[in-house]
């Protein structure tokens, strides 16, 4: 499912980029060769998280799991970003404020992961199961929120892509759609190689077209669909935050 809904999160960036940028080769091809690596890189990295967050969430669960992946992602994926680029506005009242934010963020991801060591207690002394290990899961959850805010550096370090796109006569608005297009192309090629590994270790190929399969597909469709809204907007809305949407 998790490369289904990468697939068609790719044609869907890629259909609606071609239709409201124009001069979308050209974009690329007088975009420098440095911008497009670390566009398409950054979406690669995000394409591991994706992979890692469900992993992490198979051994922490749904409800703790998140918190963790979308905690570290929403901080990290702004932090570094603004630490890199305009480190000055730190020093702001909304610097601060911002940094504030961050801690109580950070503060939360321990406070769930105290929680998440409890309930592994707890269930060791209830249970007759092997105790699975808090441990694992939780670094996976980590490494999950790390690699899933490389999707925010696309668009940080990205700019190059996005100012030829304007200056080529794509609207601002629309203009960060070839930063999309892109760097959730990246997001596939990882979730491509690790759905590819996953059935010669599982045996997994048949269950694709077994009974129910077609709710998966469905249901994978529109994850696809509905995450691509919430990029599109998130791109349009990063556009006209100005210099505080990093």
Known sequence: MA????????????????????????????????????????????????????????????????????????????????????????????????????????????????????????????????????????????LSGLFSSALNFSYAFGGDAVDRARALGASQLWSAGVVTALAVSGGFVANLAYCGYLPSQKRLVGKVSNDGAGTGWLCGGLMGLFWFGGQSLYAIGITWMGNWEW
């Open 3 to 142: 490369d289904l809904r990468s697939c068609r999160n790719g044609r869907s960036a890629w259909t609606l980029t071609a239709a409201t940028v124009p001069h979308l080769g050209e974009v690329y091809a007088v975009t420098s060769t440095g911008a497009l690596i670390r566009i398409a890189g950054f979406g690669f990295c995000w394409g591991i998280g994706s992979a890692l967050a469900g992993l992490g969430m198979n051994l922490l669960g749904i409800g703790l799991g998140m918190a963790i992946i979308l905690g570290l992602s929403a901080s990290l994926g702004s932090l570094i970003p603004l630490l890199i680029l305009t480190p000055q506005q730190l020093h702001t009242h909304q610097g601060r404020m911002y940094l504030l934010g961050t801690a109580i963020m950070l503060s939360g991801i321990a406070v769930c992961a105290r929680a998440g060591t409890l309930r592994d207690a707890a269930r060791t002394r209830t249970e007759s199961l092997a105790r699975r290990s808090f441990v694992p899961g939780f670094v996976l959850c980590c």
